[in-house]
């Protein structure tokens, strides 16, 4: 699988948006979620780990779930990760982990996982019953936020309501969403949601 984000990483925690985007969705999640040293959290597609630095001091585990090599490099460099992120360079949907967590979460990633319903089974896969995730993204735009011909977009953002089905068709119940942040470019205003759901108890 090519690494697509080759020539951004050295770079992107530098970019303002990445930075607004993680600031108002990690805010978001704190204010959504119990995070405590109780929790083991995924962080799907945690890149250079700008919302896993900000969880990991908080909760027992970290896993950092991407299949960007060059990404996960950048997050393994932050001081307060090193010993604290477990790294997997993999594609859960294709290769499961194996574990169970309590609680995952995601900034940005699902639009680049061309099979919606695919990723949320596998999410379901891998929390523990209880156990909830709270999954960030774009609310569904004209597809002006990414450059023209910008590879590895499958998704021009998401409907709530078509999303959350979704969600429910996998197994999670207590569907919520509300907006984590606003990021303006170029005079358009794309909203950025943050899902919380829940996996039912056995």
């Not at 919606?116 to 735009?141: I, K, M, N, S």
């Amino acid at each position: 699988m090519a690494d697509l984000f080759q020539d951004k990483a050295a770079e992107w925690d530098q970019r303002p948006v990445p930075a607004q985007i993680s600031e108002g969705v990690f805010a978001a999640i704190e204010r959504e979620v119990r995070l405590d040293a109780s929790l083991t959290v995924m962080d799907f597609g945690a890149g250079t780990g700008l919302i896993a630095a900000r969880i990991a001091p908080r909760v027992r585990a970290l896993l950092a779930v991407d299949v960007s090599r060059s990404m996960l490099d950048q997050l393994s460099k932050k001081p307060e990760l090193a010993e604290r992120a477990t790294v997997y360079c993999q594609d859960i949907l294709e290769a499961p982990l194996g574990r169970s967590v309590d609680l995952i979460v995601s900034a940005m990633a699902m639009h680049h996982v061309r099979d919606t319903a695919a990723l949320a089974r596998a999410f379901y896969a891998h929390t523990t019953p209880g156990g909830r995730v709270a999954l960030a993204d774009l609310d569904a735009e004209d597809g002006s936020f990414h450059p023209p011909g910008t590879e590895g977009v499958f998704h021009h953002g998401f409907d709530r309501e078509s999303l959350g089905r979704i969600m429910r068709d996998a197994g999670f119940d207590d569907v919520r969403f509300c907006t984590a942040c606003e990021v303006d470019r170029e005079s358009k205003r794309y909203p950025i949601f943050l899902l919380t759901a829940r996996r039912p108890n056995l």
